[in-house]
């Protein structure tokens, strides 16, 4: 199984950016579909956006489309989440997932970093 660890995780004001890291260790095949998602308090777990291990190519949530920027780098094992333009309502807990399928709900995901708090002041 393929273990997850974030980082990179903050405090920042609104209208600033933050990037993301996901470190994966464990087997990674081509078809593997690495992501984000995120909680905020007293809310579901919400997917924001994943790309495919092998071609790259990404899928984001409508309420990130252009603002945030999924990349990986296959030969480090990391997949990255660039945050431009943040939102209040972009706080939550952010959580690095991966499967050997695409996703976009938490229920297709076999596997979880601990997450990464992000904060948004206004």
């Known amino acids: 199984q393929v273990q997850l660890v974030e980082s990179g995780g903050g405090l920042v004001q609104a209208g600033g950016s933050l990037r993301l890291s996901c470190a994966a260790s464990g087997r990674i095949f081509n078809y593997y579909a690495l992501g984000w998602f995120r909680q905020a308090p007293g809310k579901e777990r919400e997917f924001v956006a994943r790309i495919t291990w092998s071609s790259g190519s990404s899928y984001y949530a409508d309420s990130v489309k252009g603002r945030f920027t999924i990349s990986r780098d296959n030969a480090m094992k990391m997949v990255f989440l660039r945050m431009n333009s943040l939102k209040p309502e972009d706080t939550a807990v952010y959580y690095c997932?991966?499967?050997?399928?695409?996703?976009?709900?938490?229920?297709?995901?076999?596997?979880w970093g601990q997450g990464t708090q992000v904060t948004v002041s206004s």
């Open positions: 997932a991966t499967a050997p399928w695409s996703f976009t709900s938490a229920a297709g995901v076999n596997s």
